[in-house]
T-cell receptor, first 114, second 114 residues
Framework: AQSVTQLGSHVSVSEGALVLLRCNYS??????LFWYVQYPNQGLQLLLK??????LVKGINGFEAEFKKSETSFHLTKPSAHMSDAAEYFC????????????FGKGTRLSVIA | DAGVTQSPTHLIKTRGQQVTLRCSPK?????VSWYQQALGQGPQFIFQ???????QRGNFPDRFSGHQFPNYSSELNVNALLLGDSALYLC?????????????FGPGTRLLVL
């Protein structure tokens, strides 16, 4: 069975500050890990994904995440927050491939303060 | 290139009624997954269709059923609606491909059960 825990249901940062959204996973098989973003009243948009290989993954809009197997973590970071980054962020895990069912965390709402 | 489309965007039903939601996958994709996202929660996997058959199913009752058509579009049917079925229903499409396939999400259908 797989599960995802996102620490912090709400994170607030100042514009230009570092963004750090935490995600820990549990998986009995090598995981495939994803971060999705959801803007108000919209569907989910893929930010980045980890499948195999390089553990530091770069995504869209300046976001990146690092897969740390020893810590079972896949935290999302961005060096400098922008007002447009305000949204809900979801970490997800799947087994064997990205085509298998995604198991999502409960999400973290990011607010950016001017 | 059109992405994943869903219809309708919003729907209001009363308890006990039945509802049908529709999804057209992204061009070139033949696998469709459905997710339910309750307010303030992460999406939960309902089921996945491939080659017009239900391939995998999450922990949802039989009141939730689906169908996939030869053109890969899909329907989600919910019978005997309950208040707790109120949620955003998301459709995601992907191709079976290899490892690391990404699921692309539509904008969702927001269902309100009164």
């Amino acid at each position: 069975a797989q599960s995802v825990t996102q620490l912090g249901s709400h994170v607030s940062v100042s514009e230009g500050a570092l963004v750090l959204l935490r995600c820990n996973y549990s998986s009995s098989v090598p995981p495939y890990l994803f971060w999705y973003v959801q803007y108000p009243n919209q569907g989910l948009q893929l930010l980045l994904k980890y499948t195999t290989g390089a553990t530091l993954v770069k995504g869209i809009n300046g976001f990146e995440a690092e897969f740390k197997k020893s810590e079972t973590s896949f935290h999302l970071t961005k060096p400098s927050a922008h007002m447009s980054d305000a949204a809900e962020y979801f970490c997800a895990v799947s087994a064997y491939s990205g085509n298998t069912p995604l198991v999502f965390g409960k999400g973290t709402r990011l607010s950016v303060i001017a | 290139d059109a992405g994943v489309t869903q219809s309708p965007t919003h729907l209001i039903k009363t308890r006990g009624q039945q509802v049908t939601l529709r999804c057209s996958p992204k061009s070139g994709h033949d696998t469709v997954s459905w997710y339910q996202q309750a307010l303030g929660q992460g999406p939960q996997f309902i089921f996945q269709y491939y080659e017009e058959e239900e391939r995998q199913r999450g922990n949802f009752p039989d009141r939730f059923s689906g169908h996939q058509f030869p053109n890969y579009s899909s329907e989600l049917n919910v019978n005997a609606l309950l208040l707790g079925d109120s949620a955003l229903y998301l459709c995601a499409s992907s191709s079976p491909g290899g490892l690391g396939e990404t699921q692309y999400f539509g904008p969702g259908t927001r269902l309100l059960v009164l």
